[in-house]
């Protein structure tokens, strides 16, 4: 199976920068991902990850280290409508398809 | 303004009982995924579809769980008979695979259904 541990819960000021760290334990690593999810909504894709280095996009970033077995995600200039659950998760190769293993989910609350 | 669409959006049974829920993916896409989401054990895959063929279903308890697809644009999950233990929000989400690709790289997540077995 995959482990995946993420923080439970951060808690930031409106217009500061919060990174998100995600850390796997997995074999047959086939990509990261973030999602964001709002309370009692489904969640919503935000960014990929599948060799090492920093993808950007707008105020969000999302970092991967495979050696590491590591990620963050990077919230910059945070708005009042980013408080939110970040989901990390964990694509494997498998026989049977790819399939996507979720960590908890951090909480993330922005404080005006 | 394409999205995948879930029914009913709350449900509420009595144990025992048995319980369909249905997803309509996003017209063209070829994958479909149900996780169930709670707080204890947040969100898990329960199944997967591609061209509406089971390709894993190994999330799921199969003594009372069943899930199909009768034609591209439905989707099933259905439980019989349901437990106070399976009461959570199920999720169906839907992503195109291409053919020159080996996988999809976004879901895309209907709005769920809320399900509470007393």
């Known amino acids: 199976g995959q482990n995946i541990d993420q923080p439970t819960e951060m808690t930031a000021t409106e217009g500061a920068i919060v990174q998100i760290n995600c850390t796997y334990q997995?074999?047959?690593?086939?990509?990261l991902f973030w999602y964001q999810q709002h309370a009692g909504e489904a969640p919503t894709f935000l960014s990929y990850n599948v060799l090492d280095g920093l993808e950007e996009k707008g105020r969000f970033s999302s970092f991967l280290s495979r050696s590491k077995g590591y990620s963050y995600l990077l919230l910059k200039e945070l708005q009042m409508k980013d408080s939110a659950s970040y989901l990390c998760?964990?694509?494997?190769?498998?026989?049977?398809?790819?399939?996507?293993?979720f960590g908890g989910g951090t909480r993330v609350l922005v404080k005006p | 303004d394409a999205r995948v669409t879930q029914t009913p959006r709350d449900k509420v049974t009595e144990m025992g009982q048995e319980v369909t829920m249905r997803c309509q993916p996003i017209?063209?896409?070829?994958?479909v995924f149900w996780y169930r989401q709670t707080m204890m054990q947040g969100l898990e895959l329960l199944a997967y579809?591609?061209?509406?063929?089971?390709?894993?279903d190994s999330g799921m308890p199969k003594d009372r769980f069943s899930a199909e697809m009768p034609d591209a644009t439905l989707a099933t999950l259905k439980i019989q008979p349901s437990e106070p233990r399976d009461s959570a929000v199920y999720f169906c989400a839907s992503g195109l695979r291409k053919a020159s690709a080996d996988m999809i790289n976004e879901q895309f997540f209907g709005p769920g259904t809320r399900l509470t077995v007393l």
């Open positions: 997995t074999s047959g690593f086939n990509g």
């Open positions: 998760a964990v694509r494997v190769f498998k026989a049977a398809g790819n399939k996507l293993t």
């Open positions: 579809f591609r061209n509406r063929a089971p390709l894993d």
């Open positions: 017209l063209g896409h070829n994958t």
